[in-house]
């Protein structure tokens, strides 16, 4: 069974530009969360999203945004980027009924 | 102040030693927790889950929770060198709730 995938491993951008990351959840999982690495503080949760519906949302402001599919498929959006938007952003499925997530590789962002 | 603290290390041990990593949490609310494992450049990966205070064992691994004093352990016994990665504590309030509460992490090398 395939893990969760996310796409693209790595990108850099320059301050005021925009990006979308890309997560496919393992098979079967309907709920789709984000969270950002810094070396500071740790993993953050962002938001999650369980049939195509935001159901959580951690203290990040409105820049940070996303959506879910109907394949359950999510993309995460960051506009206007800042310096201090550089991280990993991970990924993490679950079935959206338990707190067992798995989680991807990782997208690591780098803010110029 | 952070929710859950973690010691960020690095903490370095011979190989076969017992490793004890730690966190200590704020919120009373906190029901169930999880212990990952991140190796360099990949995501982290579901340890240990634990729901409320006890211990809980998985061959090598040792979970150990006390509520009473909001404090979490994972012990590592006969550390070996595939174990060096950095270990992170987990914590959510229900059952269900996807957003997790991470500590910042601690970097564990086991030395030959």
């Known amino acids: 069974k395939a893990g969760v995938t996310q796409t693209p491993r790595y990108l850099i951008k320059t301050r005021g530009q925009q990006v979308t990351l890309s997560c496919s959840p393992i098979s079967g999982h309907r709920s789709v969360s984000w969270y950002q690495q810094t070396p500071g503080q740790g993993l953050q949760f962002l938001f999650e999203?369980?049939?195509?519906?935001?159901?959580n949302k951690g203290n990040f402001p409105g820049r940070f945004s996303g959506r879910q599919f109907s394949n359950s498929r999510s993309e995460m959006n960051v506009s206007t980027l800042e310096l201090g938007d550089s991280a990993l952003y991970l990924c993490a499925s679950s079935w959206g009924s338990q707190n067992i997530q798995y989680f991807g590789a990782g997208t690591r962002l780098s803010v110029l | 102040q952070k929710e859950v603290e973690q010691d960020p290390g690095p903490l370095s041990v011979p190989e076969g030693a017992i490793v004890s990593l730690n966190c200590t949490y704020s919120n009373s609310a906190f029901q169930y927790f999880m212990w990952y494992r991140q190796y360099s450049r990949k995501g982290p990966e579901l340890l240990m889950y634990t729901y409320s205070s006890g211990n809980k064992e998985d061959g090598r691994f040792t979970a150990q929770v006390d509520k009473s004093s909001k404090y979490i352990s994972l012990f590592i016994r006969d550390s070996q060198p595939s174990d060096s990665a950095t270990y992170l504590c987990?914590?959510?309030?229900?059952?269900?709730?996807?957003?997790?509460?991470f500590g910042t992490g601690t970097r564990l090398t086991i030395i030959p």
């Open positions: 999203y369980f049939s195509e519906t935001q159901r």
């Open positions: 987990a914590m959510s309030d229900r059952f269900g709730n996807e957003k997790l509460t």
